[in-house]
């Protein structure tokens, strides 16, 4: 019997485990893959936006502005990238001024510092590869980029020091209440570590916090008479090798349509140039395919804000997709469309103790804190909470890449396996993959390993390094390598033998 139990292992989900593991309760977090970060928090911009696009009044305004904020103290406290580079909104039509102007404003109501418009002239003096077309710019300085894996990350292994269980493969296939308390039935799926590991269970809850990504819909349905739709938004990137990565210094945007923010062109905190996404709204939410159409349409609107983007370094594509919450249909059947665009956060009125933080789109990543902090406190009006009297803290692992001759020559003397360079790409050593797997939130899977520590991440996409990884990850696992994944049950590198090995 838990006292809360958090579906969803995205960074909305390990955000509220961490923040919830502060106070003296028995927390699960449950995950239907075989990591953390393995849906929309794995493939997206990786940007903590300023604030100034959401409509003023709402929770996604206050709570993007307030987790903007949040931010940098958390990369500090927790050991995860952030860099506050500053972004531009750039307007190619003095006709389109006005509405720049409705920005600035609206950031300035939501309590955005710094803001101001610029010329076409001073936004290229900020970034000199921008488009001789652009007219007029909006300059956010508190813009920034952030890790989007290491965010995820370091809050699941921080929920997990501080006494969260954390379940892996474990999908929520159905939900009951029975007077004070929630029965969840679970399956649990195959994984490198158990691959027999297959039925159903049942466990117990006082609460339930839905923070299903675009399965959210599906969770919240399964419990409310009142039912929610949530459509997957599909967003293509294209990802520029380290040798792009200063193209330019900040975010550069476009101005937004209903469609969304349009092409941005960004730095990311690995040193890449990351340019997307695109938007297109569809029906299955496993469908993360990169379109010929789509990647060209990257490339003809990128062009717009800065015509020189050298797509020859083009390493990998990839698609992410986000949660956008489209209908409402009461018990009445009565529907409405869900036109706002605001976050859903709050109690489920007609089951008392459940939980949505659902419908989380853009900016869902910069205000990913605050949602946690948001939904402790509702929960703190239904029981009392108790602060811990002592709060585990995270240590990240030692990044050798980063660190200075004599910090990593201290590395290879405290651990040999340091001196084991596994991708050369990133420099990435078998030290690094070594803590990754035996972390708190265990990596088992080539992805996860590439999540925590960059390994595969570099020019050649692990083509070089991924065989040293599956070798690495069998012999501290105590695996055969033919149960290796790339990620869920079903992606194994090696086939053959593998019935003996059972």
């Known amino acids: 019997m838990y006292d809360v139990v958090i579906i969803g292992g ?34 997206n911009s990786g ?3 300023a604030g100034y696009d959401a409509k003023s009044g709402t929770l996604k305004a206050r709570l ?6 949040m931010m940098e103290d958390l990369s500090k406290e927790l050991g995860f990238g952030y860099i506050r580079c500053g ?27 710094g803001l101001e418009i610029i010329s076409g002239d001073e936004a290229r003096i900020l970034q000199p590869n921008l488009s001789e077309d652009v007219k007029w710019a909006l300059h956010a300085p508190t813009g920034a980029i952030v890790d989007p894996f290491g965010l995820t990350t370091a809050m699941a292994e921080s929920a997990a020091l501080n006494g969260v269980k954390v379940m892996l493969n474990t999908e929520v296939t159905g939900i009951t209440k029975d007077e004070d308390r929630f029965k969840i039935t679970c399956r649990k799926h195959p994984s490198t570590v158990d691959p027999k590991a297959e039925g159903e269970f049942t466990q117990e809850a006082a609460m339930v916090i839905n923070a299903a990504g675009v399965y959210g819909d599906v969770i919240h349905n399964m419990i409310s008479a009142d039912k929610i739709k949530i459509t997957p938004k599909r967003g293509e990137y294209m990802l520029l090798d380290t040798t792009a990565g200063n193209f330019v210094n900040k975010t550069i945007f476009q101005l937004p349509t209903d469609k969304g923010k349009g ?3 960004t730095p990311t905190v690995h040193g890449n140039l990351l340019v997307g996404p695109t938007a297109e709204d569809i029906e299955d939410k496993e469908d993360t395919e990169t379109t010929s159409a789509g990647i060209s349409e990257i490339k003809v609107k990128a062009s717009m804000s800065a015509p020189d983007v050298p797509f020859r370094e083009v390493i990998t594509s990839f698609s992410g997709l986000r949660a956008r919450l489209t209908k409402r249909v009461k018990v009445d059947n009565t529907e409405t469309d869900d036109k706002d665009g605001d976050f859903l956060i709050g109690e489920v009125t007609d089951t008392g103790g459940f939980f949505d933080a659902v419908g989380i789109e853009s900016p869902g990543l910069s205000a990913a804190p605050a949602i946690a902090e948001y939904v402790v406190g509702l929960i703190s009006g239904r029981c009392k909470l108790t602060p811990k009297t002592s709060f585990v803290k995270r240590t990240p692992i030692p990044n050798f890449k980063m660190a200075t001759d004599e910090q990593r020559h201290a590395m290879i003397a405290e651990d040999p396996l340091y001196g084991n360079v596994i991708c050369r790409c990133c420099t990435v050593t078998e030290g690094e993959i070594v803590k990754a797997i035996h972390s708190p939130v265990p990596a088992t899977t080539s992805d996860a390993i590439k999540r925590r520590t960059g390994a595969g991440m570099g020019r050649c996409q692990s083509g070089f390094c991924n065989p040293k990884i599956v070798e690495i990850l069998s012999r501290e696992l105590g695996v055969p390598e033919e149960f290796i994944c790339k990620n869920d049950a079903g992606s194994e590198y090696l086939t053959g033998g593998k019935e003996d090995a059972r």
């Open 47 to 49: 940007i903590c936006h």
């Open 64 to 69: 993007n502005v307030r987790g903007s904020e």
């Open 263 to 265: 092409i941005l062109i």
């Open 10 to 43: 995205g960074v909305v989900g390990t955000c509220i485990a961490r923040e919830l593991s502060k106070y003296e309760l028995n927390i699960a977090l449950m995950e239907r893959s075989s990591d953390v970060c393995e849906g929309t928090s794995k493939a």
């Open 87 to 113: 972004s531009l909104v750039l307007c190619f039509d003095e006709a389109d001024k006005d509405r720049l102007v409705e920005l600035y404003d609206r950031g300035v109501t939501n309590g955005v510092k």
